[in-house]
């Protein structure tokens, strides 16, 4: 009897040890209505692994000292679904933002360049419409440098985001304009974001709910788009204040428009919906 005959089921108990882990090391709130989807996601994972049960498997995460097991589960659970320009409003506001600021000789007197923080990357579709948006917008200013950080929990994201490399049918949602500019050709229906905005973006694993930011310096805006809702009130509160901690006085907080930071003590001022800006 091979594996996949032999492998237990995933039991109420199980889910709800699964349930605790991945909400003690990322945050995300799976609440009681998820078993189906942990059942699918870790099955694979299981199989791979030759596990005859959820629990043993647990158990294997639980003491794996390297944690690239726990990262495994994480990357597996967390949901990955995005496209390029999503929301674009967002990078509308980013674009005349940065001409406002460009062009305001005070600001480029003190100021020769802007930091972007896209802090829920997934797999690069949001820093490289920062990167096409910021590009446009500054194309006619010299000397101002854009570099823009973009992290994410899972690892497996971020090895395809550095890549910068997109079926071109999803490029349906970038402006024609930006497709010429900034994509080129890779075969085999691939399309590659051009090097000028590849070297625009440092990627790096970063855990938004685990310990304090190594930020050395403030953000001008940070995009945490669509990564709050699978998080419960409190740890949203927590995340909102750390997150305007590391704004620069006068930079924006865009958050996603299915988000709010209703009923949320925070120090930001509401702008429009799902911006947010840190009082100077």
């Known amino acids: 009897m091979n594996v ?10 199980e889910y709800e040890l699964f349930r605790q882990l991945v909400y003690q ?10 078993m189906q989807l942990v059942r699918a996601r870790l099955g694979k994972r299981l199989r791979q692994g030759g596990f005859r049960s959820f629990r043993a ?4 995460v ?14 597996a659970i967390a949901t990955n679904t995005t496209h390029l320009f999503r929301e674009k409003q967002h990078f509308d506001f980013l674009g005349q933002v940065l001409r ?29 419409s920062i990167a096409m ?11 101002i440098e854009v570099k823009i950080l973009a992290t994410d929990i899972s690892t497996n994201v971020l090895e395809r985001a550095e890549q910068g490399t997109y079926e071109q049918h999803r490029l349906g949602t970038v402006p024609e304009s930006f497709r010429r500019r900034y994509f080129t050709a890779a075969g085999q229906g691939l399309m590659r974001v051009v090097p000028e905005l590849r070297r625009m973006i440092t990627f790096a694993r970063l855990n938004l709910i685990a310990g304090n930011f190594p930020f050395r310096y403030p953000f001008d805006l ?59």
């Open 222 to 280: 940070i995009f945490c788009r669509n990564v709050m809702i699978y998080f419960d009130r409190p740890t949203q509160a927590t995340l909102v204040n750390r997150l305007a901690e590391h704004l620069r006085p006068g930079g924006y907080l865009l958050i996603g428009h299915s988000e709010s930071l209703n009923s949320i003590s925070h120090p930001l001022t509401y702008v429009r919906p799902t911006i947010y800006q840190r009082r100077r």
């Open 133 to 143: 948006t910021a590009h446009d917008a500054l194309c006619t200013y010299t000397g």
């Open 4 to 13: 996949i005959e032999t492998l237990r089921d995933l039991t109420a108990e």
């Open 62 to 75: 639980r003491k794996d000292a390297s944690g690239r097991e726990l990262c495994a589960v994480i990357d």
């Open 57 to 60: 498997y647990y158990e294997y």
């Open 100 to 128: 406002d600021w460009a062009s305001d000789e005070v600001w480029r007197r003190r100021r020769h360049d802007v930091r972007i923080w896209s802090a829920a990357c997934s797999s690069g579709e949001e820093p490289y």
């Open 25 to 34: 090391h990322s945050g995300i709130n799976l609440g009681g209505q998820k």
